[in-house]
């Protein structure tokens, strides 16, 4: 494979919703699946020295990918513009450094706030991680574009860090290195809602043709999904909301019942 080929963004604008729920979308979800469980029956067990190492180098592998893929957009405009794709940018850009996207903000908050120990944002960044990375698993709109099947950085590059959005959260609460309360919900509500003002400063100061977190318009709109393909922008913010408080509600519900069935065992 040419290095041209791999280090490209070309395709990523062309729509990806022609692979949704389709035979290599579920490849996909597969190989995210027996990946998840491999790397936790690997390192679950190990000692608390090569477990913290692991997560460390986990987290820096996310920070790399993340600034690894702004490398390529930057020389790709340097070079050709926009003409690739409409994601190459100049260095002196805001996409350069931030993200108004939930998963581009977890992308540099989970390190953060892993290595800092910043416990009272522990509850927000560690499970909007989790529902942002399936929420990617599920409509893989930065992964699957153009031609799946050939591989490049930038598909590789948005595969790890929304895998690893959600395994790093998931094995840190399997190690009992975290605990998820529901005495803590507030944190997580005042997390969420900065989330979204944060976002819309984004769509309306920073960028006006952005639509970050969805909240400008509808994305499934004409799309393959029933319901959601035929509501209005605007509108879309209603089913969207509810669909995001059902993600809390579910991974709050999931995590507790993991949390008392790990905790047996610990005593067992």
């Known amino acids: ?21 389709s035979g290599i979308h579920f490849l996909y979800i597969a190989l995210c699946i027996i990946g ?9 067990p190990r000692s608390a020295k090569t477990k913290k190492r692991f997560i460390m180098i986990l987290l820096v592998l996310m920070l790399l990918q993340k600034y690894g893929g702004e490398v390529i957009f930057i020389s790709e405009y340097l070079k050709y513009g926009t003409t690739i794709s409409s994601f190459s940018h100049p260095l002196w850009d805001f996409r350069t450094l931030i993200s108004f996207q939930l998963c581009g903000v977890n992308n540099i908050l989970l390190p953060i706030v892993y290595w800092f120990n910043i416990k009272r944002m522990k509850d927000f960044v560690y499970t909007t991680s989790i529902i942002g990375g399936i929420a990617v698993l599920l409509y893989p709109v930065g992964v699957l574009y153009g031609e799946p099947l050939v591989l490049t950085y930038l598909m590789l590059r948005s595969l790890i860090v929304h ?46 043709t952005a639509n970050n977190m969805y909240m400008m318009e509808n994305p499934f709109y004409g799309g393959p999904i029933p319901i959601l393909n035929i509501i ?19 991974v709050y519900q999931i995590t507790f019942l993991y949390q008392r069935h790990r905790d047996k065992i610990k005593t067992a």
């Open 1 to 21: 494979m040419a290095a041209s080929t791999f280090f490209t963004s070309f395709g990523m604008d062309q729509n990806p919703d022609q692979y949704l729920f």
């Open 232 to 250: 209005p922008n605007g509108w879309h913010m209603i089913p969207q909301t509810i669909l995001l408080v059902v993600g809390f509600w579910v």
């Open 36 to 44: 998840f469980f491999i790397l936790m029956k690997l390192f679950l």
């Open 163 to 208: 895998f690893l959005l959600v395994f790093i959260p998931c094995f840190l609460i399997a190690d009992r290195q975290f605990t998820l309360e529901g005495k803590n919900w507030k944190n997580t509500l005042y997390g969420a809602i900065l989330m979204a003002v944060w976002s819309m400063i984004g769509n309306i100061f920073i960028d006006p």
